[in-house]
C-alpha cells in the first residue's frame, strides 16, 4: 500500500527553522511530483511548495525566499526547510505525491499531516 508519512514538526520560536520531511513507499518515488500543502485552523488547504521529478521547484508567494523544498530520490524523502518562521505559518502540513496520467487525470496520494506551530 501507498504511505506517505511526514515527520520534523514542533513548536517553533518566530524566526526559528523547522526542517520537514516525508517518507514514501509503495510509489515509483521517482517519478511523482512531490509537494507541500497546509491548513490552518478555519482555513482551505492551500499549496506551499512542490518539486517535479525533473526537480523543479514552486512555491506560494508567502513562503517564497524562506521555505526550500528538496528531494532525496535514493531515500524515497522529499523534505521542506522552514526559516524565518513566522506565527502565520502555524498550520497542519501535508505531504502530497501526484503522478499526471492524463488531462484532468491524475494519482494523488496524502500523508497524515504533521503539526507546525510557530509562537514565542
Known amino acids: 500500500q501507498v504511505q506517505l508519512v511526514e515527520s520534523g514538526g514542533g513548536l517553533v520560536q518566530p524566526g526559528g527553522s523547522l526542517k520537514l520531511s516525508c517518507a514514501a513507499s509503495?510509489?515509483?518515488?521517482?517519478?511523482?511530483?512531490m509537494g507541500w500543502y497546509r491548513q490552518a485552523p478555519g482555513k482551505q488547504r492551500e499549496l506551499v511548495a512542490t518539486?517535479?521529478?525533473?526537480?523543479?521547484?514552486n512555491y506560494a508567494d508567502s513562503v517564497k525566499g524562506r521555505f526550500t523544498i528538496s528531494r532525496d530520490n535514493a531515500k524515497n524523502t522529499v523534505y521542506l526547510r522552514m526559516d524565518s518562521l513566522k506565527p502565520e505559518d502555524t498550520a497542519v502540513y501535508y505531504c502530497?505525491?501526484?503522478?499526471?496520467?492524463?488531462?484532468?487525470?491524475?494519482?494523488?496520494?496524502w500523508g497524515q499531516g504533521t503539526q507546525v506551530t510557530v509562537s514565542s
Open positions: 509503495g510509489i515509483i518515488f521517482s517519478i511523482y511530483t
Open positions: 518539486i517535479s521529478s525533473r526537480r523543479n521547484t
Open positions: 502530497n505525491a501526484d503522478l499526471f496520467i492524463s488531462s484532468g487525470s491524475s494519482r494523488v496520494y
